[in-house]
């Protein structure tokens, strides 16, 4: 991927403020739509829009794709529905298609819709549109090469050719019977070594692994992991063959799944980009950042409960930060392996007993090494006295605590389908810590009883 040096941007708003055509096509000419679109970034709106209305519309519809959503949507605002619909749309695929509609309004789908020569296309979009763009369904395209199971080999290489004539790549091609269900996948090298084969059904391979249209974008890419596919067939409730997708679809679709919950576990309620306005950014962190104001003022209030036992034993305090940092830390260990369970398939809600189990071992190993050791440091410090007892049963409730929370919590969100990366966040840190105050004062005032 190029790295565009300050140097060079310069360079290109020169050419494009000397209005330069023809050294902004030669410029544009050897790059990737992928660096194009990073070009873009570096540009004003108009700059950006100079270089595009240079794009043959092929290469054009490629960047287009290839930016990032919120340049997209403001490059999209000035151009006419009619110039998207026949220079952008006709030159995509369904699903990149789909993908780009789903960004609009509905007056708008419908206008740009309208404006689509190609009658098929347009249908297949407008039956892609009516699946949640978190299933295959709306993630599948319709471009794939398909034969029947009853051709012989000449009749399916005439077609192939037909077909794969309006495909830019051609990763598998899929057997079907007279009622469209899907029924295997041909192997190429079956071409060379069987040209003769009477009918394809004798030397397709049977049972291909597919996904229905209705599964999760989470499972199907757990699909892709399993098999090591480039591409797996989308097959409808009866199992007829619908489309297809492709891993590259895929790997966007985790990719942007992995911001997502970084953001969630550092406590950013939308997803949000450097380039996104203030506001944008400010009601994205600001409700975490409340909520940890008043888990603060809750822990105030705790510790205010029991300022006599400060006045009479200051050293409790020097421990306030141990205590809330170690629940804080252990909570979000197990809320991560639980979550990365989930996200990957490796944990199921049916072992959700074995997790907690294990995570309970583990916890108690734990406390039992943090807790002797802080003993141990106390003791010899401070000697034996009612604040290195209360430090230690403390540390030992609370890893103990934050370990069985930070793994309940995602398998409760994950029962419940809300998104458990919520757990790994400020949720798990906010409320250890509030508990991890109230087992140290309570165990501070029970000692001192």
């Known amino acids: 991927m190029e790295q565009f040096s300050e140097e060079y941007i310069k360079e290109v708003r020169d050419i494009i403020k000397n209005n330069d055509t023809e050294k902004a096509k030669e410029l544009l000419k050897g790059l990737h739509p992928a660096d194009i679109a990073e070009l873009y970034q570096a540009l004003d709106l108009d700059e ?6 240079l794009l043959d519309s092929e290469k054009a519809a490629d ?28 030159h995509l695929d369904t699903d990149d298609a789909v993908d780009l509609i789903r960004e609009m309004d ?12 190609d009658v098929e296309q347009a249908g297949d979009i407008v039956d892609l549109l009516k699946y949640d763009e978190d299933t295959a369904g709306g993630l599948m395209g319709t471009e794939m090469v398909v034969v029947n199971e009853n051709w012989s080999m000449p009749e399916c290489l005439k ?14 091609v899929y057997v079907v019977d007279d009622d469209e269900r899907l029924k295997g996948v041909f192997p190429l090298k079956k071409m060379i070594t069987n040209p003769s084969v009477s009918k394809i059904k004798h030397v397709m391979k049977k049972d291909p692994v597919s996904v229905k249209t209705d599964t999760p974008i989470e499972e199907v890419a757990q699909v892709f992991e399993k098999y090591d596919l480039v ?33 969630l576990a550092s406590g950013i ?19 975490w950042l409340l909520i940890g104001m008043f888990g603060g003022l809750t822990n105030s209030i705790i510790l205010g409960n029991f300022e006599t036992g400060f006045i009479t034993n200051p ?14 830390n252990v ?13 990957n398939g490796s944990l199921a809600l049916h072992n959700a007993g074995k997790q907690i189990l294990k995570e309970l071992a583990v916890a108690l190993i734990n406390a039992s090494m943090i807790s002797l050791l802080v003993f141990g440091y106390n003791w010899f410090r401070m000697g034996i006295d009612a604040v290195t007892i209360a430090v230690s049963l403390s540390l030992f409730s609370v890893v103990i605590f934050a370990s069985i929370f930070g793994t309940i919590v995602p398998i409760t969100l994950e029962k419940f389908k809300i998104d458990p990366a919520i757990a790994t966040g400020p949720f798990i840190t906010i409320t250890n810590d509030i508990i991890g105050m109230l087992i140290y004062m309570s165990i501070c005032a029970t000692l001192a009883a």
């Open 106 to 117: 509905e007056e708008a789908q419908e206008e740009i819709l309208s404006h689509i020569d």
């Open 315 to 328: 050293a409790m305090a020097l421990f306030i930060p141990l205590i809330g940092g170690t629940g804080g």
């Open 159 to 172: 077609e192939m050719r037909i077909q794969a004539e309006e495909m830019d790549e051609i990763y598998y």
């Open 48 to 53: 950006a829009e100079f270089i595009y209305m």
């Open 231 to 263: 591409a797996v067939p989308v097959i409808d409730s009866i199992g007829r063959l619908v489309g297809r997708i492709t891993v590259d679809d895929v790997m966007d679709e985790v990719r942007e799944q992995a911001e997502r919950e970084y953001q």
């Open 63 to 90: 960047v287009l794709i290839e930016l990032d959503e919120d340049d997209r949507k403001k490059l999209l605002k000035h151009l006419p529905n009619e110039v998207i619909a026949k220079q952008f749309i006709d």
């Open 269 to 287: 309620s939308q997803d949000v980009e450097t380039t996104d306005t203030i506001y944008t950014q400010t009601s994205a962190r600001l409700p």
């Open 331 to 343: 909570g979000i260990q197990s809320s991560a392996i639980v979550v990365q369970g989930l996200a």
